[in-house]
């Protein structure tokens, strides 16, 4: 057993899903060409005058309640100054003195089935910084397309004991933020990100280790791998009598180990100060009441809908909400007049393997909720068979119209019973000892009489019509 005990917490940034910059009417849209949504403020120039986002500040708040926290109710801004290429301001606007949210908590639920509660220290809304790219042939490009986008940063408190636990706290954040509709939180175009703070020490020791920071993880796995590594390292040092030291680490994914980058900075170093040039707020509690009435269903309140109303399982119902697009895809497929549990089986099934085979995410295909309750209609109603529903979905997923397509290649399921009849009449003629077995009492005989039908009419006839003409027709003989 090992003597030691890990303390983690993480910061987590979020990008937000406004239409403009926290400090700048300059559009947010992540994949324009470099510095085109930029102007006068993002590039820093002396003089001009920034103007708060109030939608930016109220998804602060919006996320701050979903994540139970409290409300501040007087905010200011503050400058955090560093030089760096991609913040020509060479200082940040955020909320280091007043963050519009704090003590918050969020519940993870773990392997063994017990929960944790990790508390939330504060939420603060700032502003992003530009991105560079670097040649490798001794130049770098600077693109402030990003300079001025709306983040929220969530800090937590040092509550997380191991790299699986972090997993599941950054996976439930994730669920929680997205959820409310503020950011897109998709980690692989940076509206997610997460900066570590982990430290070791003996177990009983009064006093936290010295806590190493590793910045910038794009990813929850990376995140895991990162914590792992250098909960392992700090044992290490420990045990060979080392100290360790307060420094920013990189995560090096080929290599899975992190790396040392700088000696950290204290809050010292970066000479906060109030921005001069920003109002303070003050937050009512009219406001706080109008935002808190906007809070969308979250996913733990759509799962006891899914089990309460559709009568879905608690792991499917949890599979469903995964996402926020898969649930929605959901509910509307089902307001669309789809069975809740054929379609539920569609979506955790099939579509989830397709989404897998094509690493696609769900809004990126061409499949639309009404497609997909158009096809499970068309499956109970008996127009199509289970089989035939196969290539009917794969049609789906290229856009195709299911009942259009049914009828362009004339997939309608065969279920007339005087075409069925003679077909059956025919097959049990062939089948003699299928009929005497029936007769003895061996009712798996209908069973192959059946697959004799389907396979004589290339899986087309209606299995629940055939069932019911064969047993008719076996009792005539």
């Known amino acids: 057993m090992s003597s030691f005990e890990t303390t983690i917490g993480l910061e987590v940034h979020v990008e937000l899903k406004t239409k403009s910059k926290a400090f700048s009417p300059s559009p947010v849209n992540f994949g324009d060409p470099a510095n085109e949504n930029t102007n006068v403020i993002d590039w820093g120039y002396p003089g001009v005058l920034p103007s708060a986002n109030k939608g930016a500040l109220e998804s602060g708040m919006t996320a701050a309640l979903a994540l139970n926290a409290q409300i501040t109710r007087d905010v200011h801004w503050d400058r955090k100054n560093y030089f760096y290429p991609d913040n020509p301001k060479s200082y940040q606007v955020t909320q280091q003195q007043t963050p519009i949210g704090h003590d918050g908590y969020v519940e993870i639920k773990k392997e063994d089935g017990t929960s944790k509660r990790i508390g939330i220290k504060e939420l603060h809304v700032e502003e992003d910084a530009g991105k560079n790219s670097h040649s490798?042939?001794?130049?770098?490009?600077?693109?402030?397309?990003?300079?001025?986008?709306?983040?929220?940063?969530?800090?937590?408190?040092?509550?997380?004991?191991?790299?699986?636990?972090?997993?599941?706290?950054?996976?439930?954040?994730?669920q929680l933020i997205q959820f409310t509709g503020i950011s897109d939180v998709k980690m692989q175009e940076g509206s997610m990100r997460v900066d570590i703070n982990i430290s070791v020490r003996p177990i009983g020791a009064a006093k936290y280790g010295t806590k190493v920071?590793?910045?910038?993880?794009?990813?929850?796995?990376?995140?895991?791998?990162?914590?792992?590594?250098?909960?392992?390292?700090?044992r290490d040092e420990l045990m060979a009598g080392h100290e360790i030291g307060q420094e920013t680490r990189r995560f090096d994914e080929p290599t899975k180990s992190t790396i040392l980058m700088r000696v950290k900075e204290g809050a010292d170093d970066y000479r906060y100060f109030p921005e001069p040039d920003l109002p303070a707020i003050h937050v009512s509690?009219?406001?706080?009441?109008?935002?808190?009435?906007r809070l969308p269903e979250t996913a733990d309140d759509r799962i006891i809908r899914y089990t309460n109303k559709f009568a879905l399982?608690?792991?499917?119902?949890?599979v469903l909400t995964q996402t926020l697009e898969m649930a929605n895809f959901y509910d509307q497929a089902v307001d669309d007049g789809a069975d809740p549990k054929r379609a539920a089986n569609y979506l955790i099934g099939d579509v989830n393997a397709y989404?897998?085979?094509?690493?696609?995410?769900?809004?990126?295909?061409?499949?639309?909720?009404?497609?997909?309750?158009?096809?499970?209609?068309?499956?109970?109603?008996?127009t199509i068979s289970t089989k035939q529903a196969k290539k009917v979905f794969t049609a789906i997923t290229d856009g195709e119209e299911p009942k259009a397509y049914v009828e362009k290649h004339g997939l309608v399921q065969l279920?007339?019973?005087?075409?069925?009849?003679p077909i059956i009449d025919q097959i049990l003629d062939n089948n003699?000892?299928?009929?005497?077995?029936?007769?003895?009492?061996?009712?798996?005989?209908?069973?192959?009489?059946?697959?004799?039908?389907?396979?004589e009419t290339h899986g087309n006839a209606n299995p629940k019509i055939v069932h019911e003409i064969l047993l008719t027709e076996l009792k005539k003989r």
Do not use: C
């Not at 094509?358 to 008996?382: C, M």
């Not at 279920?415 to 009849?421: E, G, I, M, Q, V």
């Not at 003895?440 to 396979?455: E, H, N």
């Open 415 to 421: 279920s007339d019973p005087t075409k069925l009849t």
């Open 355 to 382: 989404l897998n085979e094509t690493q696609l995410d769900l809004q990126d295909t061409k499949l639309t909720p009404d497609h997909l309750s158009g096809l499970i209609k068309l499956i109970d109603n008996g």
């Open 136 to 174: 490798g042939k001794g130049y770098s490009l600077v693109d402030l397309n990003r300079q001025g986008t709306p983040l929220v940063e969530i800090v937590s408190q040092p509550d997380i004991s191991s790299p699986e636990e972090a997993y599941l706290y950054l996976e439930k954040l994730r």
């Open 313 to 318: 399982s608690k792991k499917d119902a949890a």
């Open 285 to 293: 509690n009219d406001w706080i009441k109008k935002v808190r009435s």
């Open 432 to 455: 003699q000892q299928s009929i005497d077995d029936f007769k003895g009492g061996k009712d798996r005989a209908i069973g192959y009489l059946t697959g004799q039908v389907m396979k």
């Open 213 to 234: 920071e590793i910045k910038n993880v794009n990813s929850f796995q990376y995140a895991k791998n990162a914590l792992a590594y250098e909960e392992q390292r700090q």
